[in-house]
């Protein structure tokens, strides 16, 4: 809740965006909480930030969680910055207990995982995992131009050094963003991976009339094609269970006037499953939806993909360690696919990954009344020490038990 | 030709708005045209200009064609500007032919037709048939916030009265602005009547959340909802033949964004029908299709209607009158409904009234792509010339003719 008061908005919410003076007041809050929790703070040369807790054994890879702190433009106090926190939190949480680990753990905080300034999303992660080059990162412009690298410079985040290092273990606890767990009474979600995803661009192009003299017969009309390819993709995301989505999330009309038929119609497709087969069938699907309307509609349909990114599974042994966790809390727990993207995915391209869930109120995320309850939240930061414990090996040193 | 080069725009067409220089330069060269032509020109307080030729019998209500010269922002040539110069053409035809008629013959042009500048359309119709008051018209305010009666003014076109007259019988010829004519090969449209019409504006409410995190069937998808409604609109004028029409022209979804499911969507629809019984039918189905895309989606629906305007059927005896023009000129004929709306409809409440289409390629209209063959316009006049000296008594002055 302190974290939130950093770039705090009249709705309850948090507008921290990557790189503003709000995100560079966040960074030193918690650079400054790890430091007095006795971590070690760098960051590397896209500005991710690493709290470092010494193991016994230093030449180990680190166990590492976190997530990002930086918001939706109208974000919640949740979303990200609970993970971070929740790393914090396990820091402070082995010092009051007295527990040393034999690896090293670390505390980050991933530059830029919404995307919402600087695109694409999940850069600080996407980057340090080697799947978006350093150049791309510093040279990517926000809406007024302002480049990445410069910005990262004047907050004065701007490290050296970007990945390269083996990383022992990486999970990252996180509000769930959606209504299962909360509607089935669950308290953990155990993530077992990351949905693939498809996204689609797709242009219907008929022939704009005038509504009162245009005979029905005589109609190319491109809303109405619209309406059948937004009909198909629901029946589409809903045939494919479990785990299976599409969405029609953007769609706008030309010429848009209550008197003229629709000519033109834009309109984005998104698909989603934790299976890559299953979601090449629905690719399939959409495909054959999208040319069944142009034919019936007498439209030229132009589909252009624009994302196509494979499932992401976790690691077994990660993801044993966050059940076994949830287990030994006595806490009920759902195993589930992350239908949100997160850092987690692109760290589970090159570390053992794993993710844990706690509830939101209503599912609603990315938007101000984002809402999760402090139990949840706590329980999720014990699931999260038993699991890092789990991985980092630990012993209670003696006497330093207070 | 001459007239459409009053303003000229670069793809061929023509944007001659309401009450700008565009519309005094054209207005200028109408009337001097008119009294070329021997006729004598005035004005009302809204701007409608009336060239008049004397009859015989000054004391009979005028027979009186026309239709306006203001054009849509990028429009075309004929729109409008072809009734005009059509009742101009009936003129010197008349005056070549050495004709007289026994009522006087006016020729006229409506202030406003299109409604772009000022809002509503019709506007110098609708104040000379009393459906629309002088106050409403001059102080209806453009986008930069320039009154209608001071422009008027500017472009000096504010004269005295405003209808109250009688008009023994009004013609007006225009492009179809559909495919009906050229498609079924005919040269002429024997106009019965306007359609009524209902406008809706329809809100539908569900609940924004993530696509990806979201399962789909607990989903309340604003857009799945409004894409039910299109079809069902597409159904409704589908299934109330001959004449009926339903459309949706506007469409804006809310959040808009590609990963988030619609909350929120703002959309229009429109019903026409000539039959008013029949359109009733339609509005109930419309309601219906509504009410049950809501249920369906567990969505809520505002629906409020914007206009209603009843079926305008024509004078059986004006009617005839083109339809026996058409016969005696040997030309293929089809009775057919206005699909959009013209001044004719106002007139038609307070006078005897026909109209005569006549085709235009691919029926597209409001597009500077315009067109319509010289040999299609020439039989209208010819047309319109016979049904109004049906309407009008006339008799070759001895000698006069050339």
Redesign the interface.
């Known amino acids: 809740m302190d974290l939130a008061e950093v770039g705090a908005i009249a709705g309850g919410g948090v507008r921290r965006l990557a790189l503003t003076d709000e995100d560079r007041r966040g960074r030193d809050l918690f650079a400054r909480w790890c430091r007095e929790a006795g971590c070690t703070v760098r960051y590397d040369a896209v500005g991710n930030v690493f709290a470092r807790r010494a193991g016994r054994d230093g030449a180990l890879p680190p166990v590492v969680t976190g997530s990002h702190l930086d918001t939706q433009p109208n974000g919640g106090r949740f979303d990200g910055a609970y993970g971070v926190m929740a790393g914090l939190e396990v820091v402070r949480a082995l010092n009051d207990a007295g527990i040393e680990t034999e690896a090293p753990i670390e505390v980050v905080a991933w530059t830029n995982e919404e995307g919402t300034r600087f695109a694409p999303s999940m850069m600080g992660s996407m980057a340090f995992a080697g799947l978006m080059s350093l150049d791309a990162v510093l040279g990517s412009r926000d809406a007024q131009g302002l480049a990445f690298g410069d910005e990262l410079a004047r907050i004065g985040y701007r490290g050296e050094g970007l990945g390269g290092r083996p990383i022992g273990a990486y999970f990252e606890a996180h509000i ?5 767990l909360e ?1 089935t009474n669950h308290t953990i979600g155990v993530v077992t991976g990351g ?1 693939g ?1 498809c ?1 689609y661009d797709l242009e219907l192009a008929g022939q ?11 109609r190319r ?1 491109a ?2 094609g ?3 390819v ?2 198909a993709v ?1 029946r589409i ?2 045939a494919f269970p479990p785990g ?10 030309s010429p ?7 000519g033109r119609v834009s309109m ?1 497709i ?1 698909i ?1 499953h934790p299976d890559d087969g299953r979601r090449a069938a629905m690719d399939a699907a959409v495909r054959e939806a999208v040319a069944d309307a142009a034919a019936r509609g007498s439209l030229e349909a132009t589909l252009h993909e624009v994302l196509d990114q494979p499932a992401a599974p976790f690691d077994a042994d990660c993801v044993a360690a966050v059940r076994e966790g949830a287990r030994a809390e006595g806490l009920a727990y759902l195993e589930m696919v ?4 997160h850092d987690a995915i692109a760290i589970s391209r090159i570390a053992p990954t794993a993710m844990v869930f706690v509830p939101c109120a209503g ?5 101000e009344a984002e809402s999760a309850t402090p139990a949840d939240l706590a329980a999720g930061c014990r699931v999260l020490a038993r699991a890092m414990l789990a991985r980092a090996g630990s012993a209670v040193r003696s006497g330093a038990a207070r």
């Open positions: 769930e963003q959606g209504p299962v509607e949905q995803q996204w704009a009339a005038h509504a009162g003299s245009t005979p029905m017969d005589r009309d809303l109405l619209a309406a059948r937004v009909e629901n995301g809903t299976g989505v599409a969405t029609v999330g953007h769609l706008s009309v848009d006037s209550r008197n003229v038929i629709p984005s998104e989603r992350s239908g949100a993207a599912g609603v995320s990315h938007n």
